[in-house]
């Protein structure tokens, strides 16, 4: 067992194959970044909605912006994601067998580099934006009244129904070459390399020196530009690599604070967080104003008090707190302007979606 546990972490050392450990980290590290800066913005623009209200309504491409940025210098510079730099681990190109390994500090082949960088920043944006579009769907059949009349309605509860196997075989492709890998049947553990023509592997020692050579060259030699378009793009490429420096600076100082962000808001703590600081739950209205017609609680709690079956979209009722159907409750209120338990005022604008902590 022992010797068998050993080859998932050490089996792969001769060539440089970086354990299977290593690369999950790397992937995880982009992934604990994004949520931390969503949650930072989203705070900002709560507190000042007329000054950062722009940063969070465009998070998702202000992000995308700065992330390609960010790993067009990394694989340029270091033939490595931003991420995969920080683990000390670089891309190689395959199929360049009869040629000698390329040096992290040469950076990756136009044609590898792109490749790359629409597998790590465009594609992404667009699963981000699928998920938004298809919890947007979700959430309006939800809350559909009338039942579907048109093509379109009907074609988006297919694609909604479609949807979670599609994702579940696409998490299943990575899961199955993640086995492979850590069994040594494959070289990458992720498609998307393979896909990309490159695999991972540990920096040498030549890497390092040849990264640390070429970054003092760089701050040593500035050869003066001679036109005006050759200044323009001096500045601009200045400017460029300044801000992907200080961006990849201030992400590698940071992160380890981004990785407590993570675990502080994670599902978990905030539960154990919750079940230390939660309130009693208030009971019912004492003093209700039963109509004559109004109708009696069901003994389940799980029961709609208007239909007497097992709710369906449960929706509280602001005004008196009680919980229905949203379908039995929004026609009601609309008719009646009350509570049908309480006889309370009521407008539909009372009426609020509850989510159970499985969605």
């Keep these: 067992m022992a010797e068998h546990g050993a080859h998932i972490t050490t089996a792969s050392v001769v060539d440089d194959q970086p354990s299977i450990f290593e690369v999950v ?40 912006l700065l992330d390609l940025l960010l790993q067009q210098h990394y694989l340029s510079k270091t033939s490595a994601s931003f991420s995969e730099n920080f683990y000390g681990l670089k891309r190689i190109v395959m199929g360049d067998t009869h040629k000698p390994e390329r040096l992290a500090s040469a950076g990756l082949p136009k044609k590898q580099l792109w490749k790359s ?27 559909s009244i009338h039942p579907p009349s048109s093509r379109w309605k009907q074609f988006y509860r297919a694609f909604l129904a479609a949807y979670p196997f599609v994702n579940m075989a696409w998490e299943g492709w990575f899961f199955v070459q993640q086995l492979r890998y850590i069994l040594g049947k494959a070289q990458h553990h992720s498609p998307l390399l393979r896909l990309a023509g490159v695999r991972l592997g540990r920096l040498t020692v030549q890497d390092i020196q040849a990264l640390e050579h070429k970054a003092h060259e760089a701050s040593m030699m500035q050869q003066p530009a001679r ?42 703590n905030q539960e154990t967080i919750k079940s230390l600081t939660a309130l009693p739950t208030p009971p019912p209205p004492v003093h209700l104003d039963y109509n004559p017609d109004s109708p009696l609680l069901p003994k389940m709690k799980t029961v709609c008090p208007l239909c007497r079956k097992t709710r369906v979209n449960d929706t509280v009722l602001a005004t008196s707190g009680y919980v229905f159907c949203y379908r039995c409750v929004f026609n009601y209120v609309r008719s009646h302007q009350a509570c049908p338990i309480t006889g309370y005022p009521t407008e539909v604008q009372h009426l609020i979606k509850l989510y159970s902590p499985e969605n």
């Design 25 to 64: 980290a790397q992937d995880s590290l982009m992934t604990a970044v994004r949520p931390a800066l969503q949650h930072v913005v989203k705070v900002l623009a709560e507190s000042n909605p007329a000054y950062y209200g722009f940063f969070w309504r465009w998070f998702d491409e202000i992000f995308a």
């Design 117 to 143: 960088i629409m597998f790590l920043v465009l594609l992404p944006y667009l699963k981000v934006k699928l998920e938004k579009l298809v919890s947007s769907l979700r959430e309006e059949d939800e809350y």
């Design 227 to 268: 036109s005006v378009g050759e200044k323009i793009k001096s500045v601009l490429k200045k400017a460029l690599g300044g801000a992907a420096l200080s961006l990849s600076t201030g992400l590698s100082v940071g992160v380890f604070f981004l990785q407590f962000l993570e675990w502080w808001y994670s599902s978990e």
